[in-house]
């Protein structure tokens, strides 16, 4: 996962509310993306510099590639976006912060002017966001905080030099680097107003479906072999996770007393742990990449990966009953975001 889509929604809307309790929220988000924008090159000037590192260059011509069959290929937004470079001097480009009831998978959500109602708070410092963290514990809310390499404005930036690529992801694996860009412009496609599990689910869907077919076109030799396996440890990864949610949240909703509650979810979390070790040791050859995730895992991390994930099938169904027609996908995405959430839950839902 790796989106976060409403920080320039934050950006537009800060100037308007001096006098709110939020103001300090405001001023910090549009502060952040000016300087992140401020920071951008195009990536001719960077290729051209004789001082770029070369494995930088070669980064950037393989992004740009990418974002072309994005355009040619994938119709998605043929605009500014990922067409400038920015190095921020840090690992993430924002830090989410989100937070669940101690025993509910249900994500506390901030409102916000134009995007809606968000299951994070992100932040462009992260003492900012470990503050918030601590004042949400401190509140009886079970918090993560978590680092996010690359975000979507939906497009309202394109005026400003559009997204660009940044250092925290730029390094990446070919398919990565191809799926995180299919997955931010797929932000700026179709976006439903406070509708997470859509927005992600949606995105997800369409950074899987253009990852596939750009490898199957245009990967190097060994990068099939390397995004097959990755796919099928994040298989293995959501399929865990699954079964800890669905036991967890038919915990959360039974008769049981809170104490029990506690004892049953204590239980579970730990049982999810040893069977991520035993997956690893047994299916994963000792791959280690998932360890920083279990440590920390929770309802917040658990909420999360289920935005991410819960309603993917669905909108590969509708692709594919749509004959892998881009353009026909799209429309009928954006036709669903603009309906009231139950219907468009409905709708996604019954999708054959």
Same mark, same amino acid.
């Given at each position: 996962?790796?989106?976060?889509?409403?920080?320039?929604?934050?950006?537009?809307?800060?100037?308007?509310? *001096?006098?709110?309790?939020?103001? +300090? /929220? @405001?001023?910090? #988000? $549009?502060?952040?993306? %000016?300087?992140?924008?401020?920071? =951008?090159?195009?990536?001719?000037?960077?290729?051209?510099?004789?001082?770029?590192?070369?494995?930088?260059?070669?980064?950037?011509?393989?992004?740009?590639?990418?974002?072309?069959?994005a355009v040619t290929?994938?119709h998605l937004p043929?605009?500014?976006?990922?067409?400038?470079?920015?190095?921020?001097?840090?690992?993430?480009?924002?830090?989410?912060?989100?937070?669940?009831?101690?025993?509910?998978?249900?994500?506390?959500?901030?409102?916000?002017?134009?995007? *809606?109602?968000?299951?994070?708070? +992100? /932040? @462009?410092?992260? #003492? $900012?966001?470990?503050? %918030?963290?601590?004042?949400?514990? =401190?509140?009886?809310?079970?918090?993560?905080?978590?680092?996010?390499?690359?975000?979507?404005?939906?497009?309202?930036?394109?005026?400003?030099?559009?997204?660009?690529?940044?250092?925290?992801?730029?390094?990446?694996?070919?398919?990565?680097?191809?799926?995180?860009?299919?997955?931010?412009?797929?932000?700026?496609?179709?976006?439903?107003?406070?509708?997470?599990?859509?927005?992600?689910?949606?995105?997800?869907?369409?950074?899987?479906?253009?990852?596939?077919?750009?490898?199957?076109?245009?990967?190097?030799?060994?990068?099939?072999? $390397?995004?097959?396996?990755?796919?099928?440890?994040?298989?293995?990864?959501?399929?865990?996770?699954?079964?800890?949610?669905?036991?967890?949240?038919?915990?959360?909703?039974?008769?049981?007393?809170?104490?029990?509650?506690?004892?049953?979810?204590?239980?579970?979390?730990?049982?999810?742990?040893?069977?991520?070790?035993?997956?690893?040791?047994?299916?994963?050859?000792?791959?280690?990449?998932?360890?920083?995730?279990?440590?920390?895992?929770?309802?917040?991390?658990?909420?999360?990966?289920?935005?991410?994930?819960?309603?993917?099938?669905?909108?590969?169904?509708?692709?594919?009953?749509?004959?892998?027609?881009?353009?026909?996908?799209?429309?009928?995405?954006?036709?669903?975001?603009?309906?009231?959430?139950?219907?468009?839950?409905?709708?996604?839902?019954?999708?054959?």
């Amino acid at each position: 996962m790796w989106s976060g889509a409403a920080a320039l929604a934050l950006v537009l809307v800060a100037a308007g509310l *001096g006098g709110c309790s939020t103001a +300090g /929220y @405001y001023a910090q #988000a $549009a502060h952040g993306h %000016l300087d992140l924008l401020a920071r =951008a090159r195009p990536v001719p000037e960077v290729l051209d510099d004789p001082a770029t590192p070369p494995a930088l260059r070669q980064q950037l011509a393989l992004s740009q590639q990418i974002r072309d069959y994005a355009v040619t290929e994938l119709h998605l937004p043929d605009n500014r976006s990922y067409r400038r470079y920015a190095d921020l001097g840090r690992s993430a480009a924002v830090w989410n912060v989100v937070a669940t009831p101690e025993l509910s998978l249900q994500l506390k959500t901030w409102c916000f002017p134009v995007v *809606g109602c968000i299951g994070y708070r +992100g /932040y @462009y410092d992260r #003492a $900012a966001a470990d503050a %918030l963290a601590a004042q949400l514990k =401190a509140e009886g809310w079970e918090v993560a905080v978590y680092g996010v390499p690359a975000y979507s404005t939906l497009g309202w930036s394109d005026w400003l030099g559009g997204d660009p690529l940044l250092n925290t992801f730029i390094g990446w694996s070919e398919a990565e680097l191809a799926r995180m860009v299919f997955h931010e412009l797929a932000h700026q496609v179709a976006y439903a107003n406070g509708d997470t599990a859509f927005n992600e689910s949606f995105a997800t869907a369409v950074e899987r479906i253009g990852g596939d077919r750009w490898l199957a076109q245009h990967g190097a030799p060994g990068s099939r072999e $390397a995004y097959d396996q990755m796919t099928q440890r994040r298989a293995d990864f959501r399929a865990l996770t699954l079964a800890a949610r669905t036991d967890l949240a038919a915990l959360y909703a039974s008769s049981a007393s809170d104490e029990d509650k506690r004892r049953g979810k204590a239980e579970r979390l730990a049982r999810l742990r040893a069977d991520y070790e035993t997956m690893k040791r047994e299916r994963w050859g000792g791959y280690a990449g998932y360890d920083a995730w279990f440590a920390r895992a929770g309802n917040p991390s658990l909420a999360v990966q289920g935005a991410y994930n819960d309603l993917v099938p669905q909108f590969v169904r509708l692709f594919e009953r749509l004959g892998g027609d881009f353009p026909r996908f799209y429309a009928e995405v954006r036709r669903l975001a603009a309906l009231p959430m139950a219907e468009r839950r409905a709708a996604l839902q019954s999708s054959p």
